[in-house]
């Protein structure tokens, strides 16, 4: 008779992968072993590979689950009854947020989605895309003129590429904690898009 999974069965993954993550994000995806895993974790080597066949399973664990909640957290804005200048808003403040609670994840997710195979990287680009598509519909929705110009996905990218690297240079115990972050990068956003979308109209 297979063995039942034990009553922390999804607690303890989580706890694996948060670990992981932390190593994979300090010494990168190449250069953590399982062993160095399951002692960061605190547990058996053999526990680990009860739950993980090895490393590459875990990687696609954290790069997958880290892109799954932001594309649930763009569903929730989108399914929210917002005004469009405060959708993009809110989608900007929650997407900081949510980086402030998995940095570690986040900064995988960016330097070591290389090390996945071919179907599995599309798969996870195809979910990015939708992130993005997401921002770059909200943009449009604020600011009809940048639509019409076609400019709201070079912008998403010009935030992504500002927000993506949070991670490198944010320190947490600084002068700003992350929810007034997110409201900077809001703040600084909304502004540079009334500014690029008067562009040409003056």
């Given at each position: 008779?297979?063995?039942?999974?034990?009553?922390?069965?999804?607690?303890?993954?989580?706890?694996?992968?948060?670990?992981?993550?932390?190593?994979?994000?300090?010494?990168?995806?190449?250069?953590?072993?399982?062993?160095e895993l399951a002692s960061a974790a605190g547990v058996s080597k053999a526990l680990l590979y009860h739950y993980y066949e090895d490393k590459y399973?875990?990687?696609?664990?954290?790069?997958?689950?880290?892109?799954?909640?932001?594309?649930?957290?763009?569903?929730?804005?989108?399914?929210?009854?917002?005004?469009?200048?405060?959708?993009?808003?809110?989608?900007?403040?929650?997407?900081?947020?949510?980086?402030?609670?998995?940095?570690?994840?986040?900064?995988?997710?960016?330097?070591?989605?290389?090390?996945?195979?071919?179907?599995?990287?599309?798969?996870?680009?195809?979910?990015?895309?939708?992130?993005?598509?997401?921002?770059?519909?909200?943009?449009?929705?604020?600011?009809?003129?940048?639509?019409?110009?076609?400019?709201?996905?070079?912008?998403?990218?010009?935030?992504?590429?500002?927000?993506?690297?949070?991670?490198?240079?944010?320190?947490?115990?600084?002068?700003?904690?992350?929810?007034?972050?997110?409201?900077?990068?809001?703040?600084?956003?909304?502004?540079?898009?009334r500014e690029v979308s008067h562009l040409g109209s003056e």
């Amino acid at each position: 008779m297979a063995r039942g999974r034990a009553a922390n069965y999804a607690e303890q993954q989580q706890g694996l992968l948060h670990h992981a993550a932390q190593l994979f994000a300090e010494r990168g995806f190449q250069g953590t072993s399982m062993l160095e895993l399951a002692s960061a974790a605190g547990v058996s080597k053999a526990l680990l590979y009860h739950y993980y066949e090895d490393k590459y399973q875990l990687l696609v664990a954290i790069a997958e689950g880290h892109i799954d909640r932001l594309t649930a957290l763009v569903a929730e804005v989108t399914a929210e009854a917002h005004p469009p200048a405060a959708r993009l808003s809110t989608l900007i403040e929650r997407i900081v947020n949510e980086y402030a609670n998995a940095h570690c994840h986040h900064q995988v997710l960016v330097q070591d989605l290389k090390y996945l195979d071919a179907k599995d990287q599309r798969r996870i680009r195809g979910k990015e895309r939708k992130v993005v598509a997401a921002f770059a519909g909200a943009i449009a929705e604020a600011h009809p003129t940048l639509a019409a110009k076609q400019l709201e996905k070079p912008l998403t990218m010009l935030l992504f590429g500002m927000i993506n690297w949070l991670f490198t240079w944010f320190q947490e115990d600084g002068a700003l904690d992350y929810a007034q972050m997110a409201r900077l990068v809001s703040d600084f956003v909304r502004g540079g898009l009334r500014e690029v979308s008067h562009l040409g109209s003056e």
